[in-house]
């Protein structure tokens, strides 16, 4: 089997049970989920460089299986009857993690800049990309029928990103970097 069909030349490209348009808002919402896998992926191997920080790696990896899980939850036609994959089971796992990795770094008492460690700047990465395919997907759910459950889950994964950076920071001793209000250059530089 060759990996390309020639069938998106012309700008379309099949779902599940039918095809649309490359920039339909299902292609945009799923594609932004592909994204955001790939940078968990990038997170994942970081992870697993440390051996403190094996179960990070482990759920990223399964996260990644979620994220595909959400991709094909996004993709059916809209005349036909979806079988979900993502339920609301799999919301609750990600507010387990999100408490088991906020336990571990020291409370918050200014707003978190992305950075420190290598890992947890691409896990903030990894956070951002998370919310803007959530708005992906808010914004699909607003003129198609789409898996509620999905809405969910992106709204959690950007907050597991969020606490597993700054459990990756912590359990690396590297101090998270923390917002300055008003911050000039002389203040840096003089």
Not at 4 to 26: H, M, N, P, S, W
Not at 29 to 39: K, M, P, R, V
Not at 164 to 183: K, M, Q, T
Request: net charge negative; with cysteine; hydrophobic share 40%.
């Amino acid at each position: 089997m060759k990996l390309y069909t020639r069938t998106g030349d012309l700008g379309e490209t099949a779902i599940i049970g039918g095809r649309v348009t490359k920039d339909d808002l299902r292609v945009e919402a799923y594609g932004t989920i592909d994204e955001l896998n790939a940078f968990t992926a990038q997170a994942a191997w970081q992870a697993g460089q440390y051996a403190e920080l094996h179960d990070l790696a482990q759920r990223l990896e399964f996260v990644m299986n979620q994220l595909f899980d959400c991709g094909s939850d996004l993709s059916y036609a809209d005349e036909l009857e979806p079988t979900y994959k993502l339920g609301a089971e799999d919301v609750t796992v990600l507010e387990q993690w999100i408490d088991f990795y906020q336990e571990q770094a020291p409370p918050i008492r200014q707003f978190v800049l992305p950075g420190g460690s290598g890992l947890a700047a691409a896990l903030h990465v990894c956070r951002t990309v998370c919310r803007r395919a959530e708005r992906r997907a808010v914004r699909l759910a607003a003129i198609r029928p789409c898996s509620p459950h999905v809405l969910v889950y992106l709204n959690r994964l950007s907050d597991f990103y969020f606490a597993a950076a700054r459990a990756a920071n912590a359990r690396l001793n590297i101090e998270d970097v923390h917002y300055i209000p008003g911050l000039k250059a002389d203040d840096l530089f003089s």
